[in-house]
């Protein structure tokens, strides 16, 4: 069982602890320019623990500028996720830069994070939506930590005037370089828990 906690805190005391690896390009992404700094407002942190075999791992997923309701923030000059987990042998990580902020702000759910034991090796899968985009044409981004290798992928759906959502996306062709066991289980996770409107939000 995975446990896990997460934090809203302002901006200013993280960048100290997120500076090592926050400008490391990741998928053919360009750093984040200095310019873009100015527009950090908050951060989301998520952290669980969870046991690969004996070996304990400890997973922390950050967001600078998520979506936020309550501040009625939905869109904005930046948005960023990074997602690392770490044991006493390694560490991997993953940092993704939303070039289209001004359409809409990440919104990750701790409750949608999860782990699954594939073939003796843990796995991660961290789904995030975008809280601005209110289009019948939708996506979930899917973050996977696998076997020291990382996956992002951005997943089409469709949202009919009935508030009813389905895959509107290729899974096989666009999920063709993850292990066929791992593959399977991305696919039910996308098809189980993105179905209604709400989902998305």
């Known amino acids: 069982m995975m446990n896990y906690q997460f934090i809203i805190q ?24 200095d310019s873009l700094k ?37 869109d904005g000059a930046v948005t960023i996720i990074s997602a690392t987990v770490k044991n006493k042998n390694y560490s991997n990580n993953i940092i993704y830069n939303y070039p289209d902020a001004q359409s809409g702000l990440i919104n990750v759910k701790a409750n949608n994070i999860s782990a699954y034991m594939v073939d003796k090796h843990q796995a991660i899968t961290i789904p995030f939506t975008y809280c601005g985009n209110w289009d019948n044409d939708t996506k979930v981004s899917y973050i996977v930590l696998y076997n020291r290798k990382k996956y992002l992928y951005h997943i089409k759906y469709y949202c009919g005037e009935d508030g009813k959502c389905k895959i509107n996306d290729n899974l096989v062709t666009k999920l063709k370089d993850l292990p066929s066991k791992l593959k399977l289980k991305v696919i039910k996770d996308l098809e189980t828990k993105y179905k209604n409107l709400n989902d998305f939000y």
């Open 10 to 33: 302002p901006m200013k005391s993280l960048v100290t602890s997120l500076i090592l690896f926050l400008f490391i390009p990741v998928c053919g992404q360009k750093p984040v320019h």
């Open 38 to 74: 100015v527009y950090y407002q908050d951060s989301l942190i998520i952290s669980k623990d969870f046991k690969d075999g004996a070996v304990s791992n400890k997973l922390t997923v950050k967001v600078i500028n998520p979506c936020n309701a309550e501040k009625n923030r939905f």
